[in-house]
Nanobody, 122 residues
Framework: QVQLVESGGGLVQAGNSLRLSCAASGSTFSINHIGWFRQAPGKQRELVAAITTDGTTNYADSVKGRFTISRDNAKNTAYLQMNSLKPEDTAVYYC????????????????WGQGTQVTVSS
């Protein structure tokens, strides 16, 4: 099981940018698909971006064109570059990893890290 630690969140004004990092332990990072999720207060956790082992990316409609997911297998780290942030992007952001893409997308999920808080003020 890959253990993941999220970082890079903060408080920013609308229109600004943040880059989140997801640092993984273990030697199996490169064979896992990676997803960034977020959970806003009172809402369900949702998948906002995913990157497969071969670098294919997919995004939720709400972030398409503003967020970019990437990975650096040599550093065992995935990133989420968030541009043109909106107040509705305010949430705790989590990353997760799975050998199976379908399970990354639909669950079940065995593990969640502490996440990193992103707050966007208007």
């Amino acid at each position: 099981q890959v253990q993941l630690v999220e970082s890079g969140g903060g408080l920013v004004q609308a229109g600004n940018s943040l880059r989140l990092s997801c640092a993984a332990s273990g030697s199996t990072f490169s064979i896992n698909h990676i997803g960034w999720f977020r959970q806003a207060p009172g809402k369900q956790r949702e998948l906002v971006a995913a990157i497969t082992t071969d670098g294919t990316t997919n995004y939720a409609d709400s972030v398409k064109g503003r967020f970019t997911i990437s990975r650096d297998n040599a550093k065992n780290t995935a990133y989420l570059q968030m541009n043109s942030l909106k107040p509705e992007d305010t949430a705790v952001y989590y990353c997760n990893a799975d050998l199976l893409l379908i399970r990354l997308v639909t669950g079940p999920y065995d593990y969640w890290g502490q996440g990193t808080q992103v707050t966007v003020s208007s």
